[in-house]
Nanobody
């Protein structure tokens, strides 16, 4: 079982940047690693995911339409980490951000392991 711990959330002004990190304990190399977010009163939604490099040569990343061009997901399997660089942040990006490990996809049910979440607040 993979355990995930997020860090890097905080308060930032609109237009600013934040970098979220997630450290996985246990072997995460074969799993896809993703980020989801949940705003107050809303369902948890997909943000970005990155596929394991093992046995794959095609596209490795997917993003939600409203973060494309602003957010970048990356992973370091040597360090068992996945990061989410968030630029040009908007107030509507305010949410609790969750790291997840599982199968490559955009649905919550694709992922079996979740972190505890980190708060991102973007002020206008």
């Amino acid at each position: 079982q993979v355990q995930l711990v997020e860090s890097g959330g905080g308060l930032v002004q609109a237009g600013g940047s934040l970098r979220l990190s997630c450290e996985a304990s246990g072997r995460s190399v074969g799993y896809a690693l993703g980020w989801f977010r949940q705003a107050p009163g809303k369902e948890r939604e997909f943000v970005a995911t990155i596929r394991s490099i093992i046995g794959w040569t095609g596209s490795r990343k997917q993003y939600a339409d409203d973060v494309k061009g602003r957010f970048t997901i990356s992973r370091d399997d040597a360090k068992n980490t996945v990061s989410l660089q968030m630029n040009s942040l908007k107030p509507e990006d305010t949410a609790v951000y969750y790291c997840a490990a599982g199968n490559y996809g955009t649905k919550r049910t694709d992922y079996g392991a979740w972190g505890q979440g980190t708060q991102v607040t973007v002020s206008s």
